[in-house]
Structures are given as C-alpha cells and as structure tokens.
C-alpha cells in the first residue's frame, strides 16, 4: 500500500462519521427544525453501539443500539420542540449537554475496555486490484451506508412526493399546516431520522474508526457538522464533498503532526475548529447564497391553530 | 394529544412556579436514575441534596463553586435575552484565565494589589476579545455565532494546553504542565475558608446587571430586540451593536471568571481549569429565568449538584459523572415546564367537534 492509498483510506475513516451526521442533520433542517443536539445524539450513540457489541460480541447488534439510541434521545426534543413549542436552540443545547452527560455515566464502566471491531467487507479479487481495489472496497458496511444515504436522501428530497412536502413545511410551515399537511408528524419523523444517523455516526466512530470508548470521544464532531449543513447550504451532494474536505483536513493535520516540522501538536489538532470557523465565514459572507439556500422557517416554532 | 393555546399574556404565576416545576420533575427523573442504578432513591437523593449543605465546609465550598456559575451565568441571561447565542462561554473563561495569569507567570516580581486588579482587569479583557471574535464574524459576514462561538472553545482550551505544557510551565515543576503557583497579591484574598473575593465579584455583576437590564437604556434594548426585533429596528436600534455588547459583555464575565477560578481555587495554570462552568452556566441562565437575581440562586443549586455527585460517589459509590446527566436534564425539564408561562395547554383537542360533527 502506498502513500497516496494509505491517506485516501484514513481520509475515508475520517470523512464518514461527518457525513452520516450532517446528512441526518440535513434533512432535519430542511424540515425547518435546527437540532443543535447532534454531539449528544453522536456520543449516546457511540456508547451504546460500543456497550451493544460489548455484551453481546456482535458488532452489527452495536450499529443498530447505536442508530436506536440516536433515535431514542432525539425523541425528547422532538417532544420538546413540536409538542411544546420551545425554543429550539435552547432544547438541542440541553439535548448535547445531556447526552454528553449520560453517555459518560453509562461509558464509565467500559474505559479501557477492548471493542468489537465491525468487520471490514473483504470482496474477493477486487479488493486485490491495485490502488482501486482497497479505496474503494474492503471498507465497513458504515461507509457504504453513508454514500447510501447521501444518495437516498438526494433522492427523497427532490425526487419523492413526500421529499416535497417535507421540504415545503420547511420554507413555510403556516402555509403547509394551510394546505393540510401535517407539520407537527413530519418534523418528528425528520428528528427521529437526524437521531438515528447522529447515532450511526456515533457507532462508526467507536466501533470502527477507534474501536474503544473514551470519553466525549466525538471530540466535536457533531458540531463541525452542524456547520457542514450550513457550510453546504442544505445541498446533500456538497454535504458529501464538505464532509470529505473537513475529513481529509483533519487526517492532514494528522500526517502534518507525524512528520514533525517543530509545530505544536494542539495547533494542528485546533486545525479542523479553526477550518470550519473560516469555512463558515466564507460560505456566509455571501448573503445570497444563504438567504436563498436557508429554509426560511428554521427554528421557528410552530403552534398550529385549530 | 396535546395541544397549546396561546396565552393573552405570559402568566405570572407560571413564571415564578416553572423552575420549581422543573426543579420537582427533575427529582422524580434523579430518583428513578438512582434506582435503575440501583441504588435506593431516598438514600441517594438525600446524600446528593442535602447532605452536603449540612457542613460548613461543603456550605463554603458550594459558594466556591456557584461564584464562576452565577458570573457566567449572568452574562449570559443577558445576552440570551437578547436572541444572541454565545455557547462559547467555556472558552472565553480559558482565554480570561491565560490573559490575567500572564502577569504571575511573566512577571512574578510585580505581586501588589495593582497587580491583583490588573489580573482581573486582564481575564476580563481576555474572555472579551475571545467573545468579540464571533460576534465579529457575525456582524462582519453574518457568520452563526452560536457554531463559530462554540468551535473558538477548543481552540482556547488547546491554547491552554499548549501554554501549560510550553511557554507557561513551572521551569522548577518537574516537567509537570502546570504554571507556576500563585502567591501573595497573585492569589484572591480569602473571604472565609475556600470563599475568595469572586463570590463578592459574582454579587456585584448580579446587581451591576439588574441596573442595566430594569433600569438602563442598554437594558431596554436588549429587552427589544430579544423579543421584537422588528420593532427594535424601528426604534433606531442596531442589531450589530446588541451582538457585539453581549458577546463583549458575557465573555468578560466569563473571562472573570476565569481568572477567579485559577487565581482564587486552583493557584495555577494547568491543562484542565473548569468542570465545565461555562456550559452548565448556561443551564443556570435558563434556570433563572435570564433573570439576574434568578441566576443567582440557579448557580447555587446547580452548584448543589457538583458538590452532590462528588458526596454521593464517595458515600455511595454511585458516580460522579451523574451530575452532568442531572444537569442535562434540569435544562430539559426547564424549557418545557417554561411552555406553561406562555401556553394554556390542554390534553384534548379544544374545540373538537364544534364545527366539523357532522
């Protein structure tokens, strides 16, 4: 394996937890819902994909824990912010701190231990061809899935009936409850959908890309891609691309740090923070691009009238 | 199913009951915690809220802890209250701590009460210009501040890790990375034990903030454009101006903070100097209603349930890290016991059945 492959592999690593994340945060937001719990969803899910496999020796038991525990605490903000009509800022910031909170209480007895790794899915002869082969296969399930998701949601949002409305409540939701579609359900179904792909991601993370937990091991991932979803202005193909690209920062201050060059460890591993706060300067400073891109009904509560 | 039918006006009795409200639903949450836990509910919720305030030394070092929560906390009501959402305050406390620890580290000889106001002076300017940052980037190319705010506390605390274990640390500490420690005018007078001079800072920006928020203009404003900023607009005030105010005004504070913390409890730099402080001030924000003399007494409860996860993982061996989940939860139970003060709500469709019956 050579250089080349061994940093498109690790970038691959790297970019896939973004993406499942940010793709499920998309499809929230596009709803018309900002749910700023995404980090706590990504470390109940990580710690409960790892406890899953953990017990049971099963990794694929710990993806599915993980997605259902993503899911499972997305519920009380849905609750929150749909049933109750509170402020959605405030309501995600509970639901990371939250999550953040219970995850270490429910992680402190597995510090330390080893994980179950997922298996890698070795396809005979093509995993063998040179430099394409180990790219492009001889990943995890979870890395597939993220592409498959990325295009399924393409799919839902601009392709489906179901994807128009959801986007339609999104822009305007008075309008949408108007016309008779059911705003409240939607939004619930489009969190519960953030939950659990905030969960998967919490699940590659300590059940493939560090196959142990640590404590607040997602490290902030949640919020870098909360700021991929405005960073690729709602789109899921530059969800895609944004999420590679903060990926392959982040390995690139990685393999900077090996080779040395006297900078300090902290700045590079600052890198990525620091990325996303110019990558969003530079997507916003451009007030069209955002003002025609944002769904214009975001965090805005909904009390239908009667 | 629910259903929420506004109020003609916020009601009163609500907005005094919902942290009460909140405060109860997080009991019954706590119990059951404890109890899948296994431990018994009673026991541990006796150890984890009352225990602790039956001792002078655990009542001091509750107030040692609620100083840095009602500081932060007050700045940040402030800002919330006027629809900015600086989530940083974590890194600001970092930045404040490093910006006043700079004159014990670099200049040891200068150790006189100037030299102790000048710290203060400094962390406030610190934790300023590292909330200042966002608010520019919103002001400036309308970037989100609560992401921007959020991202700049890694950054600081990776600062810090770096100062400790370089440039800051203790030439004569063994290769630990830690500063050097404090000494005489570099440490905040003690009060009575563990209390230093913060808890007094902590009692005059709750005053100091009651003024402005009831009394001042800036007050007024902040009012306006948290709720109608329409309005405010109207009314000649800019928005820029209430973004950059609050984020200067709640990263001074928290920058205070800061240096309250590593001067008046830790007597050094090191990689680690808070618990958290500016994220759980945020709960004790929403708990006191965005209220200053609210935030007060939010801090010391919050403060309450630090001090109860250290006494219940000693007595009962039952976790620290319980406290943060307890903490999570009271926010949640806080926002939706806070839908009563604007919102009838009814279990049953009102009105169902009047028109449509057939």
């Known amino acids: ?306 | 199913m629910i259903w929420l039918e506004k109020r003609p006006a916020p009601s009163r009795l609500w907005s005094v009951l919902s942290p009460f409200a909140a405060i109860g639903m997080a009991l019954v949450a706590g119990a059951a915690m404890f109890a899948v836990l296994g431990h018994d509910p009673a026991e541990a919720l006796y150890v984890y809220f009352l225990e602790p305030l039956t001792s002078a030394w655990s009542i001091e070092e509750l107030i040692v802890k609620a100083t840095p929560l009602a500081i932060i906390g007050v700045g940040l009501a402030m800002a919330y209250r006027a629809n900015v959402w600086n989530i940083g305050a974590e890194g600001q406390l970092v930045m404040g701590a490093v910006a006043g620890s700079v004159i014990p580290v670099l200049l040891p000889g200068w150790n006189d009460p100037t030299a102790l106001l000048a710290m203060l002076l400094l962390g406030a300017l610190g934790g300023a210009l590292w909330g200042w940052i966002p608010a520019f980037l919103k002001n400036r190319f309308n970037a989100n501040e609560i992401l921007t705010s959020l991202m700049l506390v890694y950054v600081a605390q990776l600062f810090l890790d770096w100062l400790v274990r370089g440039p800051f640390r203790d030439p004569g500490g063994f290769n630990f990375p830690k500063s050097v420690t404090f000494e005489g005018w570099h440490v905040m007078p003690a009060i009575s034990g563990r209390v230093h001079l913060g808890t007094i800072i902590a009692l005059l920006a709750v005053a100091a903030l009651w003024v402005v928020l009831n009394r001042m203009r800036y007050g007024f404003e902040v009012r306006v454009m948290g709720s109608a900023p329409r309005a405010g607009a109207f009314a000649g005030f800019s928005a820029a101006r209430v973004t950059s105010a609050s984020f200067l005004l709640s990263g001074a504070l928290a920058g205070l903070a800061g240096i309250g913390e590593v001067s008046g409890s830790i007597g050094q730099l090191q990689p680690s100097i808070s618990p958290g402080y500016g994220f759980t001030a945020i709960i004790a924000a929403f708990l006191g209603r965005l209220g200053p003399v609210g935030v007060l007494f939010a801090s010391l409860l919050l403060a309450l349930t630090y001090l109860g996860g250290e006494s219940a993982q000693l007595a009962l061996n039952i976790s620290g890290k319980t406290a943060q989940a307890f903490q999570g939860m009271l926010l949640f139970f806080i926002l939706a016991a806070d839908t009563l003060v604007n919102y009838r709500i009814h279990f049953r469709r009102p009105g169902a059945g009047e028109g449509s019956a057939p």
């Open chain 1, 1 to 306: 394996m050579n250089g080349l492959e061994a940093f498109l592999l690790t970038v691959i690593t790297a970019s896939t937890p973004l993406l499942l994340a940010a793709i499920g945060e998309l499809v929230v937001e596009r709803s018309g819902v900002l749910n700023l719990g995404v980090e706590g969803m990504m470390v109940m899910g990580a710690v409960s994909a790892f406890a899953a496999a953990y017990a049971t020796g099963n990794p694929w038991i710990g993806v599915v824990a993980g997605a259902a525990a993503g899911a499972l605490l997305s519920l009380p903000f849905a609750f929150l912010t749909q049933t109750l009509a509170t402020n959605q800022v405030a309501t995600g910031l509970a639901l990371t701190l939250l999550g953040l909170g219970l995850s270490g209480l429910l992680g402190e007895k597995f510090v330390g231990q080893p994980g179950v790794p997922l298996p890698k899915l070795d396809v005979p002869g093509l995993s063998d061809i040179p430099f394409l082969g180990p790219v492009l296969f001889g990943h995890d399930v979870l890395v597939y899935a993220s592409f498959a998701f990325t295009a399924g949601v393409m799919w839902f949002l601009f392709r489906t009936r179901a994807g128009l409305v959801l986007r339609a409540i999104g822009v305007n939701h008075t309008a949408a409850h108007a016309l008779g579609y059911p705003v409240v359900r939607v939004r619930y179904l489009a969190i519960l959908f953030g939950g659990a792909l905030a969960g998967l991601s919490g699940a590659y993370l300590s059940l493939s890309y560090t196959p142990q937990w640590i404590e607040n091991m997602t490290s902030g991932r949640g919020w870098i891609a909360l700021a991929l979803v405005v960073f690729a202005t709602w789109r899921p193909l530059r969800v895609l691309a944004g999420a590679y690209l903060f990926g392959a920062v982040w390995i690139l201050g990685l393999y900077v740090q090996a080779l040395g060059f006297g900078l300090p460890s902290q700045l590079l591993t600052a890198l990525p923070y620091i990325v996303t706060i110019v990558a969003l300067v530079v997507i916003s400073r451009n007030r069209t691009l955002t003002l025609t891109n944002t769904p214009a009904s975001i965090g805005i509560p909904f009390v239908p009238d009667r």
